[in-house]
């Protein structure tokens, strides 16, 4: 009740506001979001809620994924079951030479492609072309953002109020009855410079019709001025190298200027380059298995055909030799024609990729040729069926190499992508440590602002010298102020652990460096080493295989002569003729790979292989 014995009117708004905010939240949660509202609804119906997780899991599995943004351009028509093998002819395979592969597949991927299925099991780690332009652009943390901070930027608005009141004072209004149009316009400029000062002009216009007695022009009087005001930094925050470092308005521990950006996005291209050299090498890990791949089905198809025709020789003379030796032939005939089929179709097993044993990749041609092939229409960006075979046309080279160790691990310790990223890392510590140094420093600000101001009954009124603008222009009303602002944090606690952290992070990353070069050496020393093996290697199995070549040519010219030779030994020449044929091959494939393996190590695969990256 109020004192003159009526509810007030004032009680009534404060309890009915009261029961607003009180029945508020029960509003808002009988109203959810409707998007929110309609998943709740399509993934949890009520019969869900009791406790029955099987049906609730069936409910889950059955909401439909959204739907693409546009068409996908697989190709997914053809299928592996469409290519007869039996049937063969020129037209239905491809040539492709190293270099034809390489370039494909750089022109195909946008996304870097691996032989480890990283898209799927996580496509957040996958490169893309588009990366170092993200890191550029990145609003947050790119370099367009850090320089963003020292754009001029534009700031005007305009308010407008209507007051009407009643006060406890006669002078003040018509007999303590004051009401008011108030208008302000406002715009200005402010511009940071790249030492920390803070610019600012503006201008200001008031329009006020009120209706104080005590008015002397009137109702209604404008007022306008214009000021300039300058902020600038003496201790922390000033100085073009911590602005560019840390950026203006940045705090201990929170560092993102230009530089720094720079830096992000610097170690966004090396990540990149990283990544194009890692696909490169893909590429070729896949070319030489599927390589391999043919080589190993000539081979058993070979032998193959030679335990067919033993078989059969052994087959005729059954009625004078009994049994025994032809089925002895026919289940070597069998044991082939096995490995055919699987070196034909393959198994989905791991090939040579990068990161398997050595960094460019270890040879391990066993997946077989549609396996084989299939994968290397992967990495290079091709259908992965399309009714035709790809033929690798390039064969491994045989001359030797040789590399100096003291050019090979100058050149790793400096080319290296891994390396060259760490040491943009450091940089970036080491900016970071610059920047939060300067935070031990007090903040001391000196400040100046300089103002003209005009008043008049009229804004501009070219008949009339007192409005606002013309009073304003004549300079009779000026005012400027200058001072200076100090703070300063007790202890500097948190500016003192930005710096010990600062410290610490770089002391860390000059560590993983020094490991870094460690590892890299080591690498370079193993495909160094490697190559001298797979080169002897190579050498030795090609005497083995000629060896082998004469002393089945041997056999044979007994057999044709009517003097047969003891079968053990004639098919065991048979399996190690075939043995001999894949070790060579492989020791081939393994000498080539080797060679890259130094370029890689070194950090110059793409400059080996021609390739330049350009913005």
């Not at 494909?104 to 996958?126: E, H």
């Not at 990353?509 to 001298?532: I, T």
Request: glycine content about 8%; some cysteine; aromatic content about 8%.
């Amino acid at each position: 009740m109020s004192a003159f014995g009526r509810p007030s009117i004032a009680m009534n708004y404060s309890r009915a506001f009261a029961c607003a905010l009180i029945a508020l939240p029960s509003v808002l949660g009988c109203f959810p979001n409707r998007a929110h509202h309609q998943f709740v609804a399509q993934r949890a119906p009520a019969d869900c809620i009791a406790g029955d997780a099987t049906h609730r899991w069936d409910q889950l599995q059955r909401s439909d994924p959204p739907e693409p943004r546009c068409a996908s351009d697989v190709d997914y028509s053809a299928s592996p079951m469409d290519l007869d093998l039996t049937k063969i002819r020129d037209e239905d395979t491809i040539q492709l030479t190293l270099e034809e592969a390489v370039r494909v597949a750089l022109s195909n991927s946008k996304i870097l492609r691996d032989l480890g299925g990283t898209v799927l099991r996580s496509p957040q780690a996958s490169t893309s072309t588009n990366d170092p332009a993200m890191a550029l652009t990145d609003p947050r943390f790119g370099e367009e953002a850090a320089l963003s901070e020292f754009d001029a930027v534009l700031k005007s608005s305009a308010f407008f109020e209507n007051n009407d009141r009643r006060l406890n004072n006669r002078f003040f209004g018509n007999q303590g009855i004051f009401q008011q149009d108030l208008h302000n316009y406002q715009i200005g400029i402010d511009k940071r410079s790249a030492a920390g000062g803070l610019m600012s002009v503006r201008n200001l216009t008031t329009y006020d019709a009120n209706n104080q007695l005590s008015n002397a022009i009137g109702r209604s009087s404008f007022e306008q001025y214009i000021e300039t005001e300058v902020r600038q930094p003496l201790l922390q925050g000033s100085g073009t190298e911590f602005n560019r470092i840390a950026g203006p308005g940045a705090r201990a521990g929170q560092i993102n200027g230009f530089l720094i950006g720079r830096v992000r996005t610097d170690i966004s291209l090396t990540d990149f380059e990283r990544a194009i050299r890692d696909l490169v090498a893909d590429v070729e890990n896949a070319y030489w298995d599927l390589h391999f791949a043919y080589r190993d089905l000539e081979a058993k198809v070979d032998a193959r055909d030679i335990a067919q025709v033993t078989a059969k020789k052994l087959e005729a003379q059954t009625a004078t030799q009994g049994t025994g030796d032809a089925a002895q032939a026919m289940e070597q005939y069998y044991r082939f024609e096995s490995e055919v089929i699987d070196a034909v179709n393959g198994r989905s097993i791991d090939g040579t990729r990068t990161n398997n044993g050595s960094s460019g990749g270890s040879f391990r041609g066993t997946g077989g040729l549609r396996v084989a092939e299939r994968r290397l229409r992967l990495i290079v960006g091709l259908a992965i069926n399309d009714g035709r075979l790809i033929r690798p046309s390039d064969d491994p080279t045989k001359a030797p190499v040789l590399y100096d160790w003291g050019s090979s691990s100058g050149e790793a310790l400096s080319r290296r992508e891994e390396i060259r990223r760490q040491r943009w890392v450091i940089k970036q510590r080491e900016l970071e440590l610059i920047a939060n140094r300067n935070f031990l420093k007090p903040q001391l600000d000196l400040v100046g602002r300089y103002r003209f101001r005009g008043f008049g009954n009229d804004l501009i009124n070219y008949s009339d010298k007192s409005d606002a603008v013309s009073n304003l222009m004549g300079g009779d009303y000026q005012e400027w102020q200058a001072g200076m602002e100090y703070t300063m944090p007790v202890g500097f606690r948190k500016a003192a652990a930005a710096v010990r952290n600062s410290q610490l992070a770089l002391q860390r990353d000059l560590e993983v460096l020094k490991e870094q070069e460690r590892v890299v050496l080591y690498g370079l020393s193993n495909a160094m080493n490697e190559m001298k093996r797979a080169y002897d290697s190579m050498e030795l199995q090609e005497k083995r295989l000629q060896e082998i070549v004469r002393q089945l040519q041997s056999l044979q010219a007994k057999w044709e002569s009517g003097q047969d030779p003891a079968l053990d030994v004639l098919l065991d020449t048979h399996r190690r003729l075939l043995d001999a044929r894949l070790r060579y091959q492989q020791s081939r494939i393994e000498y080539a790979l080797a060679i890259r393996n130094v370029e890689f190590e070194k950090g110059s695969l793409l400059s080996f292989c021609n390739i330049d990256l350009a913005g």
